[in-house]
C-alpha cells in the first residue's frame, strides 16, 4: 500500500451554512422554549459549530461526505471514483477551521445582511414530515470564506492527480456545509501539496514477505527429512 498525505486549502464561492444536529438539539433537560414549533430565531445558536473564541469550524465528516459525493461525478472506467474514496479516504483534523468568527461581544448583533462576513440565513424550509413550512435560522459565512485540511489516501486505489479531480468536482457539484441541494457551500480548490509519500517501506516490506514465501517451498522445504513410515508387521503371537 502507497500512502499518500495532502494539504489542502478551498474557498468558497457561495455561502458556507451551518445546521449541526447535535446533543443540544434534543436536551436531556427541559429548557424555557424560544419562539414557537416552526419558527425560532434563536435557533441557530443550537445549530452553529465554534470554538471557544467564536471561530467557526466544519467537522471532519462533512468534508468526507463532501470528496464522496464529488467523486461521484469523477468517472473510471464503466463507474465512478465513489467507491474507492470512500475506502481510503482520511480527513486526518477534527475540526476544520473556517477563517470567521462569531461576533465576540454580544450575539445579537448576528445581522442578516449577506454582505457581512458572518450574518444570520433565514429562510423558509418545507418540513417533510408534515409537509407544513418551517421558518430556519443558521449561520452563514459569505462568499470568500476559506479552511485547510489534510488528507491521507492509498494512491494505488486514488491517485493524486485523481485526488486533485475529485476535490474539484465536490466544490464545484457537491458543496459542504448546509443547504447544499440549493447550490450552498459550493467553493473552488486554491491549492493542494503533497506532504509524505510513503511507499518506499511498505514496498520493500512486501517485497521481503513474497522472497520468504517463495523461498520456502525452495529452502527450508526441501531441505526437511521426510521420516520413513514404518510398515505394519501385524500382531505378535
Known amino acids: 500500500m502507497a500512502t499518500v498525505t495532502v494539504e ?3 474557498e468558497g464561492t457561495r455561502p458556507l451554512l451551518w445546521h449541526h444536529f447535535g446533543p443540544d438539539a434534543i436536551p436531556l433537560e427541559a429548557k424555557p422554549r424560544t419562539g414557537k414549533a416552526g419558527n425560532d430565531p434563536d435557533e441557530w445558536k443550537k445549530t452553529v459549530l465554534a470554538t471557544e ?10 468534508v468526507f461526505a463532501c470528496l464522496r459525493a464529488g467523486a461521484k ?25 473556517i477563517d470567521r468568527w462569531l461576533p465576540k461581544r454580544d450575539l445579537q448583533t448576528l445581522q442578516r445582511s449577506r454582505e457581512e462576513p458572518v450574518y444570520l440565513d433565514v429562510q423558509s424550509v418545507r418540513n417533510p414530515a408534515t409537509g407544513g413550512r418551517n421558518v ?16 491521507k489516501f492509498d494512491n494505488t486505489l486514488v491517485s493524486a492527480a485523481e485526488m486533485e479531480s475529485i476535490i474539484r468536482d465536490a466544490g464545484k457539484f457537491a458543496g459542504l456545509g448546509d443547504g447544499r441541494t440549493i447550490g450552498f457551500g459550493r467553493f473552488e480548490l486554491r491549492s493542494i501539496k503533497t506532504v509524505t509519500h510513503s511507499d518506499g517501506a511498505n514496498a520493500q516490506k512486501q517485497t521481503t514477505t513474497k522472497h520468504l514465501e517463495r523461498n520456502s517451498k525452495k529452502g527450508v522445504g526441501a531441505r526437511r527429512t521426510k521420516v520413513p513410515s514404518v510398515p505394519h508387521s501385524g500382531s505378535a503371537e
Do not use: C, N
Not at 473564541?53 to 462533512?62: F, I, K, M, T
Not at 472506467?77 to 483534523?93: D, I, N, S, Y
Not at 430556519?136 to 488528507?151: D, I, M, N, Q
Open 53 to 62: 473564541d467564536g471561530q467557526l469550524y466544519v467537522e471532519a465528516s462533512y
Open 73 to 97: 461525478h469523477t468517472p473510471r472506467k464503466r463507474g465512478t471514483m465513489q467507491p474507492f474514496v470512500g475506502a481510503t479516504l482520511q480527513v486526518l483534523e477534527d475540526r476544520i477551521l
Open 8 to 10: 489542502v486549502t478551498i
Open 136 to 151: 430556519r435560522y443558521r449561520v452563514a459565512a459569505s462568499p470568500g470564506w476559506k479552511g485547510a485540511f489534510t488528507l
